[in-house]
C-alpha cells in the first residue's frame, strides 16, 4: 500500500487516528527530553519536596526528593517504552517462530514444541517473571528478559493457531510443488497470513508489558534507583499516596494513555496490513447492507413479484467509494426463472446479494435504487421486518456449500434452523419435514444424510442440502448464485432440474446468477447479461440466443461449446471487465468491443428499448441484428 493509500485508509478510521495521535504524541515526547532544556531528573531538591502541580518551573509538581515530576515521567516514559518494544520484540520473534515451526512440520515436532510451551503456561505468568528475576537478580534487563520469556507462549499459541489454518490451503501444497525450500514457504506464504494476527497482538503486548515491567519495578525487582520508570515511579507515589496524589497520579495516567493508544493503532494497523481488510471502512460486519440513499423515491409504483429499480451498489475501497452495480433493473413475477450472465467481476453476485440486502457492509452500500417485493421498497425495512423475509419469502442458494454450510453442525440440524413451524407444530413434526425435504432433493437414506458434518458429505450432495434448506419454507423468490460451479456435469443437471421443478411446483420465482449460458438456456425463461456492474442485454433467452443485441453477448455465446458441434473453435474474448474504481465513463465494454465506433467511447450509452421484450445498451444494436 502507497504511503497517499495508506493515510486515506487511515483516515476512514477515526480511532486508528486517535490512536496514533496518542501514541506518537508520547513517544515524541520521549525522544525529545533529552534534547529539550530539562533539568536532571535524578537531581534531589529536598527543601522543594512535594511541591503540588502548578508550582513555577514544575508543571506537574515534584515527588518526595523534590525532583521535577514532569521531567521524570518523559525519562521513564522512554525507558519504559524501550523496554516495551524491545521485551515485546524478543516475545514475539520466539513465540511466532515456535508456533509457526510446529504449524508447518506438525506430529512429533508440533507435539514436542507444545508440551514445552504448555510447561511454561502452567506457571502463572507472573510468578514465572519473578521467579526468572529471582535466579538473575534484580534489575531493568533482567526484568525485560523476565517478562519476554514469560509471554512467550502467548505468541507461540497465537502463530500456530493462526498457521494451522494456512499451512492447509491449497497454495502452500502449490509451493511445496513448486520446489520451494521449507524456509521460503514459511516465510513467503505462512508468515504473510499469520502477520496481520501478530500485529495486533506486539501492539497490544507493548501495552501490556510496560505494565507488567511497571509491577516489577513496583515491587522493587525492575529499575533500581536512581534509573526509573513508570513502574518504580508508580511506587515511590504510593508512598506519598495521601499526601500527594499528582506524584502516582502523572504516571499512571501516561501509562493508561500509552495502553489505549497501543490498542486503538494495533487494530487500525491490522487492517492496513491484511488486503482482505485494508480496502475496507473498518468496523464490525453488519447485519444488512447499509441504505445510503440521497433521496427515497415513492414506492406507490412498484408492482408484481418482484420489482427492481435502478439499484446501484457501492463499495468503498482504497481509492474512494466505487459503485459495483449501477443503475439495475428488471421484474419477476410468479414461476417465472430469470437467468444474470455475465464473466466473474461484471456485478453479478453483488446484484444478486443486494436483492435482500446481504451485500457486506462495510465496505458497500446500496446508494440508490429500489427492490419492490410484492408492493413494498425492501430498502426501506428496518432490520426485523427484513430478517422475517430471508429465508422465508426471498430464500438464498449460496454458490460454496462448503462454506455456506456450518462445518460443527449436523446438516439435519441446519436444515431444522431453517424451518419456520407451523402453528401446534412440534419437534416431531419439524424433523418429519427435515427429513421428506432431505429426500425430496435426492438424497438417499435420509436419516444417514442428517446425521451427517457437511464434509462428509460430496459437492453435489452438500448443495442439495442448500437447496433443500432454500425452499424450506416454500419461499416466494429463490435466489440462486452460481450454485453449481464446483459440480460434475451429472451432478450439475440433477440440481439444476432438481432447483428449477421445486421453484416451478411452489410457484417460485428463480433468479439463477451463472457464467455459463449454457445453463441458462437449459433452465432461465428470460436473461439479463450484466457487464462492469450494468446491465448490457436483456430479453427472452431462446431470442437472446438466437439474435444478441449486444457484442457482449455473442462473444459469450461464442464461447459456449455447442452440443453435436465437437469441432467447433470456441471463440475466447481477449481482457477481463475493468475493476470498480477504473470503469470508463463512457460504454464499458468499448475498449474490448471490435465493433465500437468513436461514439461508443465519448459518452455513457443508454439501455435502450431492442426488439419487442429486448433492451440492448448498444448504439449499433440494429447492425447487430440485421447481421
Known amino acids: 500500500m502507497s504511503a497517499a493509500s495508506a493515510i486515506r485508509a ?81 516475545a514475539a520473534l520466539a513465540g511466532s517462530a ?9 506430529r512429533f515436532v508440533d507435539g514436542a514444541l507444545m508440551r514445552a510451551i504448555d510447561v511454561l503456561m502452567a506457571f502463572p ?50 509451493a511445496r510443488l513448486a520446489g520451494f525450500s521449507d524456509l521460503r ?27 507488567e515491567t511497571a509491577g516489577l519495578s513496583f515491587l522493587g525487582l525492575g529499575a533500581q534507583p536512581p534509573q526509573a520508570d513508570l513502574g518504580s515511579m508508580l511506587g515511590d507515589g504510593r508512598k506519598v499516596a495521601v499526601a500527594a496524589p499528582h506524584v502516582a497520579a502523572a504516571a499512571g495516567v501516561v501509562v493508561l494513555l500509552l495502553v489505549i493508544g497501543l490498542n486503538l493503532l494495533g487494530d487500525g494497523l491490522r487492517d492496513l496490513l491484511d488486503p482482505r481488510l485494508k480496502a475496507g471502512a473498518g468496523g464490525a460486519p453488519q447485519p444488512a447492507t447499509a441504505v445510503e440513499r440521497a433521496s427515497v423515491p415513492p414506492a406507490s409504483d412498484l408492482g408484481g413479484l418482484l420489482d427492481v429499480r435502478g439499484l446501484t451498489t457501492a463499495f468503498d475501497t482504497a481509492n474512494g467509494r466505487h459503485a459495483a452495480v449501477r443503475d439495475v433493473s428488471f421484474a419477476l413475477e410468479p414461476g417465472e426463472a430469470l437467468g444474470v450472465v455475465g464473466e466473474s467481476g461484471s ?48 430464500a438464498y442458494v449460496f454458490q460454496d456449500p462448503l462454506t455456506s454450510l456450518n462445518p460443527v453442525m449436523r446438516v439435519g440440524d441446519q436444515i431444522l434452523e431453517a424451518l419456520r413451524p407451523a402453528p401446534g407444530e412440534g419437534r416431531a413434526g419439524l424433523r418429519a419435514r427435515m427429513l421428506a425435504l432431505i429426500a425430496d432433493v435426492g438424497l438417499e437414506d435420509s436419516e444417514r444424510a442428517a446425521r451427517a458434518f457437511p464434509h462428509e458429505l460430496s459437492g453435489g450432495q452438500r448443495q442439495r442440502i442448500g437447496v433443500a434448506m432454500a425452499i424450506a419454507n416454500r419461499p416466494d423468490v429463490l435466489v440462486a448464485d ?40 437449459a433452465l432461465c425463461d428470460r436473461v439479463i447479461v450484466m457487464y462492469a456492474g450494468e446491465i448490457v442485454e436483456e430479453g427472452p433467452t431462446r431470442e437472446v440466443l438466437r439474435a444478441p443485441r449486444h457484442p457482449y453477448a455473442r462473444r459469450l455465446i461464442a464461447c459456449a461449446p455447442r452440443l453435436g458441434e465437437p469441432d467447433r473453435a470456441l ?22 468491443c471490435d465493433h465500437a465506433i468513436e461514439a461508443c467511447r465519448a459518452a455513457p450509452v443508454a439501455l435502450e428499448p431492442a426488439g419487442e421484450g429486448r433492451r440492448a445498451r448498444c448504439l449499433r444494436w440494429r447492425e447487430l ?3
Not at 509538581?61 to 523496554?83: E, F, I, K
Not at 460504454?587 to 474490448?592: D, H, M, Q, T
Request: a neutral charge; charged letters at 15%.
Open 482 to 521: 452460481e450454485p453449481t460451479t464446483a459440480l460434475d456435469a451429472m451432478t450439475q443437471i440433477r440440481v439444476l432440474e432438481l432447483m428449477g421443478a421445486r421453484a416451478k411446483e411452489r410457484g417460485a420465482a428463480l433468479l439463477f446468477v451463472s457464467h455459463d449460458f449454457g445453463v441458462v438456456a
Open 625 to 627: 441484428a440485421d447481421a
Open 185 to 211: 514457504i514459511l516465510l513467503g506464504e505462512v508468515l504473510p497470513n499469520v502477520a496481520p494476527l501478530l500485529v495486533v497482538a506486539c501492539a497490544g503486548t507493548i501495552g501490556w508489558m510496560i505494565l
Open 10 to 90: 487511515l483516515g476512514r478510521r477515526p480511532m486508528t487516528l486517535a490512536g496514533l495521535a496518542i501514541v506518537g504524541v508520547l513517544v515524541a515526547a520521549a525522544l525529545a527530553a533529552p534534547l529539550l532544556p530539562l533539568a536532571d531528573p535524578d537531581l534531589t531538591a529536598p527543601f522543594n519536596r512535594l511541591a503540588p502541580p502548578g508550582t513555577p518551573g514544575h508543571p506537574l509538581g515534584t515527588d518526595h526528593l523534590g525532583r521535577d515530576v514532569l521531567v521524570r515521567v518523559l525519562d521513564g516514559l522512554r525507558v519504559s517504552l524501550g523496554v516495551g518494544v524491545g521485551a515485546t520484540a524478543a
Open 571 to 592: 471463440e475466447a474474448l481477449a481482457g477481463a471487465p475493468p475493476p470498480i474504481d477504473a470503469i470508463p465513463r463512457a460504454c464499458a465494454f468499448s475498449p474490448r
Open 98 to 106: 515456535i508456533g509457526l515451526v510446529a504449524a508447518y512440520y506438525g
Open 125 to 174: 505468568y507472573l510468578l514465572l517473571a519473578l521467579a526468572i528475576v529471582a535466579a538473575l537478580g534484580p534489575g531493568l534487563v533482567n526484568a525485560a528478559l523476565a517478562i519476554a520469556v514469560a509471554n512467550v507462549p502467548f505468541f507461540a499459541r497465537a502463530a500456530r493457531g493462526a498457521a494451522l489454518v494456512v499451512v492447509r490451503r491449497d497454495y502452500v501444497d502449490a
Open 347 to 394: 456485478g453479478k453476485s453483488v446484484a444478486a446479494l443486494s436483492l435482500n440486502r446481504l451485500a457486506p457492509t462495510p465496505p458497500g452500500a446500496i446508494v440508490a435504487g429500489r427492490v419492490g417485493f410484492r408492493g413494498d421498497d425492501l430498502l426501506d425495512l428496518a432490520f426485523e421486518p427484513l430478517r422475517a423475509l430471508r429465508g422465508d419469502r426471498v
